[in-house]
């Protein structure tokens, strides 16, 4: 490698940590868990959900795009991510840094276009149907679990039949967090963008049944998860299980509060108790299923 493309790369790099780490204080206390050869792909991969992210909630919308304007933006951002994959090289140094990432870790649009069909649909559906809602969770956060994975692996011999309990797991966690995030977010999701994710559930008449029913399946999705945890690679152990553990204090928290509650506040994990799931990641406590 050139030592002009060695350097370019390290910037798209630095670029990706940068913005990861100036979006997410949880991401940032748990990448610091992670192996170095696996912390920068890891936040290569989510530097790049997070610029997606603004383009359909955030910093688009406030620039003054509408929703034509923006769902252009985000066509162009898939044809760029698309182009790098094949070809190695973006301008784009957040896509760029992607692209490392994704060549080296062995994936590529079989992931990135349910994940860019998903974010497109935040642009013009406001409500699901539980095949819509599945689909929606599959693209916008189980393919991000399973984008991860891969680079969990890189250089680790696994089965068949041991990667397909590694994808099964990731899923299931990318899901959970997922499914916590509409939750918690429900009142923002529905007063300010105008959307209601769960299918059959009314956000203006929301019920006690309904966050049962909803925790329910989101610890399912956790149990699963926690299930595989353990025998991750040493690399990405403890991240995941700090991970982990953030979102089942989540969902107690969330089963604690009143469901009229949710529907007007959201619920957060105190930075004390943030600490203290981190120190037991730390000392490789891994969580039960």
């Not at 299930?227 to 991970?243: C, E, G, M, N, Q």
């Amino acid at each position: 490698m050139s030592a002009r493309l060695h350097l370019y790369d390290r910037v798209a790099e630095e670029t990706a940590s940068v913005v990861i780490r100036r979006y997410s204080t949880s991401f940032g206390l748990a990448s610091k868990l992670l192996g170095s050869g696996v912390r920068q792909h890891v936040e290569n991969i989510y530097a790049l959900v997070r610029v997606a992210d603004e383009v359909v909630d955030g910093a688009a919308v406030e620039a003054g795009l509408d929703t034509v304007g923006a769902a252009r933006q985000l066509n162009e951002l898939e044809v760029e991510v698309e182009r790098a994959l094949e070809s190695g090289f973006s301008t784009n140094l957040v896509v760029h840094a992607f692209a490392l990432t994704a060549r080296e870790s062995g994936f590529g649009a079989e992931y990135t276009r349910p994940f860019f069909e998903s974010m497109r649909t935040d642009l013009s559906e406001t409500e699901h149907d539980q095949e819509s809602f599945d689909r929606y969770v599959y693209g916008s956060a189980e393919v991000v679990g399973l984008m991860c994975l891969r680079s969990f692996l890189l250089g680790v011999p696994v089965t068949t039949a041991e990667r397909d309990r590694f994808e099964h797991g990731a899923r299931a966690l990318g899901a959970a967090f997922q499914k916590v995030n509409f939750l918690r977010d429900l009142a923002a999701d529905f007063d300010t963008l105008g959307r209601s994710y769960f299918p059959g559930v009314s956000v203006e008449s929301f019920t006690e049944a309904d966050k049962v029913r909803l925790l329910d399946d989101i610890d399912a999705d956790l149990r699963t998860s926690a299930a595989v945890v353990p025998d991750l690679p040493p690399t990405s152990r403890k991240a995941v299980a700090l991970a982990q553990g953030l979102f089942a204090e989540l969902s107690v928290r969330l089963r604690a509060t009143p469901a009229d509650r949710l529907r007007r506040t959201r619920v957060r994990v105190p930075n004390p108790v943030k600490a203290r799931i981190a120190a037991a990641a730390a000392l490789g406590r891994t969580p039960r299923a």
